[in-house]
């Protein structure tokens, strides 16, 4: 008995060094460490129609984009799909302004987010040679999940946005470069790092525009489709929404969950699962191999338990147990 006490002793502190280990790699690096040497970026004009902005996301594959007000020179933020989703529920609600939709800048995001009652568009930033874990900090505290690196030109000292760091990038980056990752033995469930409570679900006969309120409300990027006895059978995203409307504003919305999975473009990365009893080493190998975004947790029968994500991962990272 006293060895497997031991032995559990032993993984615990092993992990909490490994863990000081990675926050210490993330105070040592900075942002540009880990931009890829080279990369394609996207800026959008704020003067530009919100439904050709939605046009150039879906072209290029992306799910946000800085923005760029070009009478001030000034970075203006990040769009990302819940401006969309915003949007979305902005007219709904307001049917008999449908037709100002089309005529829609980006610029007029922020009547649109005031009218409903959100937050405006995220416009925080930080500098690429600041440190790489205070960038995290305040990607953990951004709404967007993302944080956009300005640096400044020398000559003129105007902004020059240089790229956008997401959580996955920054989480590859720790698991390709430190072996410590291998050490994160515990599993899971002990960490308090999973979601349990309160996660949506909706069922495939749900109607779209109900998912949609999900999304918003939970200020969550996807939400997971369970049958009726809560097994996990899919997940509907943020994305897919994205997908939904580009082909006129707004006229699927009353369509079910299942229907809309089958406008699903081919390449949609798969629904992860993990259990409690997964190993956090376990989670950062699937970061290193695979895009992944999210883990749901499920029991040994498939049932849908809770929800790991990304950012519950990083904050384990950036701050310990005590920071759950």
């Known amino acids: 008995m006293g060895d497997v006490g031991s032995g559990r002793g032993n993984i615990v502190l092993e992990q909490k060094f490994s863990v000081e280990s990675i926050r210490a790699f993330l105070k040592s690096k900075t942002s540009y460490d880990v931009l890829p040497v080279s990369y394609r970026l996207i800026v959008l004009d704020t003067s530009l129609l919100v439904k050709k902005s939605l046009n150039v996301l879906l072209q290029n594959n992306i799910v946000s984009a ?63 040679a600041r440190p790489l874990y205070e960038a995290c900090i305040k990607m953990m505290n951004s709404t967007s999940r993302r944080i956009p690196l300005i ?23 720790v698991a390709l470069n430190c072996r410590e990752t291998h050490l994160l033995r515990r599993p899971i469930g002990e960490l308090n790092i999973v979601t349990e409570r309160e996660v949506a679900s909706c069922r495939m006969t749900t109607p779209v525009i109900d998912v949609i309120q999900l999304l918003s409300q939970g200020n969550v990027a996807s939400i997971p489709i369970v ?6 059978i899919n997940v509907y995203e943020a994305v897919d929404v994205l997908g939904l409307i580009k ?30 009893n997964d190993k956090l080493s376990t989670i950062m190998d699937h970061i290193r191999k695979s895009r992944v975004h999210r883990f749901f947790v499920v029991n040994g029968a498939g049932k849908l338990t809770g929800v790991l994500t990304l950012s519950d991962i990083l904050r384990y990272i950036l701050l310990g147990e005590t920071g759950m």
């Not at 049958?227 to 996990?232: A, Q, V």
Request: aromatic share 10%.
């Open 227 to 232: 049958d009726d006895e809560g097994h996990l």
């Open 66 to 128: 800085p923005l760029w007000d070009a009478k001030t020179s000034r970075f203006a933020g990040l769009l990302t799909s819940s401006d969309f989703i915003n949007v979305i529920q902005y007219y709904f609600s307001n049917p008999d302004k449908f037709e100002l939709v089309d005529k829609l800048q980006l610029d007029g995001l922020k009547e649109i987010e005031r009218a409903i009652g959100v937050e405006p568009i995220d416009t925080a930033s930080i500098h690429p």
């Open 151 to 173: 640096d400044q030109d020398e000559d003129t000292h105007r902004e020059i946005v240089v790229s956008v760091l997401t959580q996955y990038r920054i989480l590859k980056f």
């Open 247 to 276: 082909g006129g504003i707004y006229n699927d919305l009353s369509l079910s969950v299942g229907e809309a999975l089958m406008r699903r473009s081919d390449d949609f990365e798969g629904v992860y699962t993990c259990t409690k």
